[in-house]
T-cell receptor
Framework: NAGVMQNPRHLVRRRGQEARLRCSPM?????VYWYRQLPEEGLKFMVY????????ESGMPKERFSAEFPKEGPSILRIQQVVRGDSAAYFC????????????FGPGTRLTVT | DAKTTQPPSMDCAEGRAANLPCNHS???????VYWYRQIHSQGPQYIIH???NNETNEMASLIITEDRKSSTLILPHATLRDTAVYYC???????????????FGQGTILTVHP
């Protein structure tokens, strides 16, 4: 039973480029959550999505960041025109039930902006 | 989320029980207590949750006081692989609605030594 999958595990981008992070939830899970962990800081909620819907994006920066979870395929977190401050670990989690706090996390994508 | 207070660090000898406390004195009647852990550089891992009764699963036990103002996570036979940051989270509910947004504080760094 595969867990939450994220790819790539490591991503290096130059300033100004775009970063695309992918998340495939656990089988049977249709709710996806994205979190960010900046160096030496705690995990911060970014966005909660269901298939084709953004439910809560209260933690998303207002500019350059977007997320989607299409009917088919993985959830995508997109960061446009990356800056050094975007360097962080980005974790995706999934749940079986709506807005559940019992979430299963992936291994994360470590983004480095040079 | 309801405010939680945890000790910043704890030590435990391998094979002994690790008892991790958490204070959540502002918890409301319908709010659950969740425990997660994050092993270095990995994604957070769900451990257990409870409302008012004690809970046990294959990973740990959760003891919640009768007044629900505090709880203790028990790892009955700690191993070196249990070294991690442990987070106690009480997600806030409004009108019984769960939002799935986890707020991770500083947690307790548990070090299990040989």
């Amino acid at each position: 039973n595969a867990g939450v999958m994220q790819n790539p595990r490591h991503l290096v981008r130059r300033r100004g480029q775009e970063a695309r992070l992918r998340c495939s939830p656990m089988k049977g899970h249709s709710h996806v959550y994205w979190y960010r962990q900046l160096p030496e800081e705690g995990l911060k909620f970014m966005v909660y999505l269901q298939k084709e819907n953004i439910i809560d994006e209260s933690g998303m920066p207002k500019e350059r960041f977007s997320a989607e979870f299409p009917k088919e395929g993985p959830s995508i977190l997109r960061i446009q025109q990356v800056v050094r401050g975007d360097s962080a670990a980005y974790f995706c989690a999934s749940s079986e039930r709506t807005g559940s706090e019992e979430q299963y996390f992936g291994p994360g994508t470590r983004l480095t902006v040079t | 989320d309801a405010k939680t207070t945890q000790p910043p660090s704890m030590d435990c000898a391998e094979g002994r029980a690790a008892n991790l406390p958490c204070n959540h004195s502002t918890i409301s009647g319908n709010e659950y207590v969740y425990w997660y852990r994050q092993i270095h550089s990995q994604g957070p891992q769900y451990i257990i949750h409870g409302l008012k009764n004690n809970e046990t699963n294959e990973m740990a036990s959760l003891i919640i006081t009768e007044d629900r103002k505090s709880s203790t996570l028990i790892l009955p036979h700690a191993t070196l692989r249990d070294t991690a940051v442990y987070y106690c989270i009480v997600p806030r509910k409004a009108g019984g609605t769960s939002y799935g947004k986890l707020t991770f504080g500083q947690g307790t760094i548990l070090t299990v030594h040989p």
